[in-house]
């Protein structure tokens, strides 16, 4: 299969790049490993037959709904049975987090991604005042990006109604290492909220973390189990993790950001469509090893300066690393290239 071509100014294009589910682990983890020079010539070079620009989205990102989690993911600052500081919050009010829309819009972003602190979702008040979020963030002309955990299909509908476009729900890691990071939940309720998204026509936006202990072959697995689906999500977030006290990883090492950057590469080459997101852990890497994260094939960055409770770069920073990288921000509502 080929992405096909699309026709609007600036618009990326895939027309030479061919769109495969069926890698195995064998080639993806000799991609990682090639020396990585000829790894960023071949990232690079999918790159630009797709994304013919310099472009760079700019997303932003509110916690909606702090802390007070009932699960055990063992990175997440927001888990409630780990004493990280972060204080339980109610859910934000709808015009509360439209404003924060509103200001984000002015800023540059073109999607705002909006986080929940839950498992799952469940009916009633709060899931209507998401809702009315999405079609709030809709109205103001921007995309809508919810991570709220575990969807029902009714749900996921729902949502797409709203004018949902992208919902994530991340894989985190491979299958054989979630259950050292998370027990609360299998992988398999993972997947199964992703399929409903996809079956609802939400976009999907899936990736992971790395630096939390997991081997090479852990993180090509991963990549690999995401560019296994057909279609491939169509925004891969990839996240180094952030160490945060309290949590049971807090003491990890941080990631060698060629590690990264070699990341970001494997998945630009097996998803060459998808957005390739440079997501927490941007504010421990220099302008420089960002720089060649872009160069491997990342063009979306979180902007504004916290994450969901993390801090990220300041916007000063990131203007400085458009204006160095001599990318521009990519403008809302443009063609994408189809991922299948
Ligand atoms: N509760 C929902 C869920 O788990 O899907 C949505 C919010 S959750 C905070 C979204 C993602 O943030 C997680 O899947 C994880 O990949 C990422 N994340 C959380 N804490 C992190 C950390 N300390 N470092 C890096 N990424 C982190
Ligand atoms: C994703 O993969 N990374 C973002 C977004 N999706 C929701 C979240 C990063 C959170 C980092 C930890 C924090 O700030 O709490
Ligand atoms: Fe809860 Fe999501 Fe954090 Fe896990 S990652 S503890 S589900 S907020």
Redo the contacts with the bound molecule.
């Keep these: 299969m080929h992405a096909t071509h699309a026709h609007a100014p600036h618009s990326p294009s895939a027309n030479e790049v061919p769109i495969r589910s069926d890698w195995t682990l064998a080639e993806v983890r000799a991609l990682h490993d090639l020396p990585l020079l000829d790894l960023l010539y071949r990232a690079q070079s999918v790159h630009r037959a797709v994304w013919k620009d310099n472009k760079v989205q700019l997303c932003s990102?509110l916690s909606v709904k702090t802390g007070g989690c009932p699960e055990n993911c063992g990175y997440c600052?927001?888990a409630a049975r780990y004493d990280t500081g972060v204080k339980a919050e109610k859910l934000m009010s709808v015009p509360a987090v439209l404003d924060s829309a509103k200001q984000a819009k002015d800023a540059g972003a073109t999607r705002f991604?909006m986080?929940a602190a839950w498992r799952e979702v469940k009916e009633g008040p709060q899931f209507e005042s998401v809702l009315e979020m999405v079609r709030g963030v809709k109205a103001l002309g921007m995309e809508a990006c919810c991570?709220l955990g575990m969807l029902s299909e009714s749900q996921a509908k729902r949502l797409k109604d709203a004018g949902l476009d992208a919902y994530?729900h991340?894989l985190d890691s491979s299958e054989a290492f979630y259950g050292e990071i998370i027990t609360t939940r299998t992988y398999e309720d993972r997947k199964r909220t992703l399929a409903h998204v996809r079956a609802q026509g939400i976009n999907v936006c899936s990736?992971g973390i790395i630096g939390m202990g997991e081997s090479v072959d852990d993180r090509c697995t991963m990549l690999l189990t995401l560019a296994n689906q057909t279609p491939h999500p169509e925004s891969v977030?990839i996240?180094a993790l952030?160490p945060v006290e309290g949590t049971p990883l807090a003491n990890r090492p941080p990631v060698d950001p060629l590690e990264l950057v070699r990341l970001m590469a494997v998945a630009r080459i097996l998803m060459p469509a998808a957005m390739v997101r440079m997501?927490?852990g941007r504010q421990q890497l220099s302008q420089e090893a960002q720089l060649l994260c872009m160069v491997a094939g990342a063009n979306s960055i979180?902007f504004g300066d916290?994450?969901?409770?993390?801090s990220n770069p300041t916007f000063e920073d990131d203007m400085r690393l458009l204006k160095n990288a001599g990318a521009t921000p990519l403008q809302p509502n443009v063609d994408r290239p189809k991922v299948s």
């Design positions: 990102l600052p927001q991604c986080g991570t994530n991340n990736g977030p996240n952030v997501s927490a979180f916290t994450l969901l409770t993390t």
